[in-house]
């Protein structure tokens, strides 16, 4: 019997994780794999949970234009979820309303889209997993039913606290958190430091009772706190495993892991590739193939690294030393929010938010190393990892010693030549790094007046590329969708050197950056948008800023022989730009075009999108396809999407 669940989970992960037209061929590749491990019994369990849980999905229903009654499921910082019957839908303005009411609203909805980068959070696919495509506004509603249940009644308590005890409550319970508050997602989205109060619970209680009646209280303090606040991913997941536990005390460890894996998975499938549920199975994985004693300190830095360059791309070493130390005061908080949450005292409270400053004490120092890891590098690594904890090998040590600063140099390794458009809705930011670090490029840096865009978007994007400067910011004029992020960026991110006027060419090592109509001058501003041309690898680049048809015609003039095989549709895809002549002139591959979803101008417009197409121009716009990365050397010339769309560039 041992192993045998833990390959039936490691299985059932890999099937959720592949697309699901492929699950049915792996599933039979997995067939002889199963037998030979462990023979038929293993089969048929894994062929039974197979059908229990293969492609588990939650349905998504379309949503008519009608009034709707709808249940408050869920409540977040910005948004609600809501159960409108045949499925869930996405509400904003919903801030009237608290857990398991009842609304009555006319809802128009529309597709619920967001912004999509390589490496960044991309909310719609969140959501999407979990069954939600739609989004409203909820302006309009009438309370036809206040919820009754337990979590309904506790959060009716907790909004009828006080300002600074309603905001810690919801902080340690909902997750709804001030925009100063600490937030180390490493431990507060997984749950980990409840994991850690629980197991201090049990030890407690054992003292004066039996080690089973110490477990069966937990269990029943897990379900408690399910019911006052929700069934999260992260207290769904400590649940099932500390129940297997429960159940099957005498069973190996590696099987109670593959139990409780598969219960998980059939439960929430989607689940799978999140930190949730992927640092605590880790976590407890490779300690079932410790043979040799490991340093806790070094054991879980060795843990926490690859997985913080996959989902954050950074590494703060100072978080990462103290981790031990965040898990125990965010359990100390945990505790008394959960003690103030049934008998409201002002020491819990004082307690807790004392222990909240010193973790924001301690994330106040950074000392971040950046690196986007791929998949191929968190298995490399995992296994030099797993050669280290079986026995002490020097080369697995050599291994992840060579791995780490490879993280470190693969920006000054790479050959090919990079021009990144990034997804920042109504905006411009175009992201352009030579080969082998020999400079970052920036034209244009977008704000916002809602939200910091270079904070949330770009600095975030830059970071994952390894690159941590900025040589050379060329703002195309003063628009705040193109120049209003500017100090906001260099508030986060150093900028050596700002260009916003018309001047003679820039050159970096072998690649020079040409300002095209630099002795013209029109009346419209957004005419005289700096208009960048440069020639990487031989892959001509036209960067039109907002510039309309009436540069267009002074390139056409002053410039005869102008080719681009990408264009940076000017102005947004508006009509202003982008005339039929111009683009049969130019005679373009491919066409960029960064715009927001469903944005106020239009953009962009439809006949801007038939010249392109009537000249067999590729569009390539971020409300379809997001940042867009073209990567460019004298072998290949490719591009591929943030929605994984591929294709190689052709050169006419």
Known sequence: MRYTWLYCALCAILLCLVPYPLSWWLWLFLIPFLIKRQGFYCLIAFALLFILMIRIKPTVADIPDRRTELHIVEIHSSYAIADYGQGRILLYEAADYGLDDVVSADISCEKLSSLKNFGLFDFSAYMKKRGITQSCQLNKGRLTAQGNTWRARMWQRVQSYDDSLKSWLKQTFYHIEDADAPSFELIGSTGIHLSLLLHCLTVVFSLWVSKRSAQSVCLCIIVLIAHLTSWRDSLLRIFCFRLVHFLFPHMDMSDRLGISVLILLILRPYIVNELVFVLPFLFRFLLLFQKNSVPRLLYTCAVLIPLQFYYFHEVDVISLLMFSILRFFYMINYGCALITLLFPFALMQEIGT???????????????????ASLCFILLWLSALLKLLQRRNIKAMCALVMLLLYSQTAPYLRPYAQVLMLDVGQGDCTLISLPFHQGNILIDVAGSESRNIPKEIIVPALHAQGITSIDLLIITHDDLDHSGGLEQLQELMEVK?????????????SFHFQFLLAEKEFSDKNENSLITYSDLFGLRFLFMGDAG??????????????RADILKVGHHGSKSASSPLFLHSLHPFIGLISCGAHNFYGHPHQ???TALANTKVKVLDTPHYGAVSIKITNIFQIYKTATHDFGIIKLR
């Open 497 to 509: 050197r700002v260009i916003t006027a018309k001047q003679n060419d820039v050159t970096f090592g």
């Open 549 to 562: 048809k009436q540069a267009e015609t002074a390139l056409m003039k002053l410039y005869p022989n102008l």
């Open 354 to 372: 004392a222990v909240l400053s010193i973790v924001s004490s301690i994330e106040a120092f950074h000392l971040s190393f950046y690196y986007q």
């Open 607 to 609: 006949e801007v999108l």
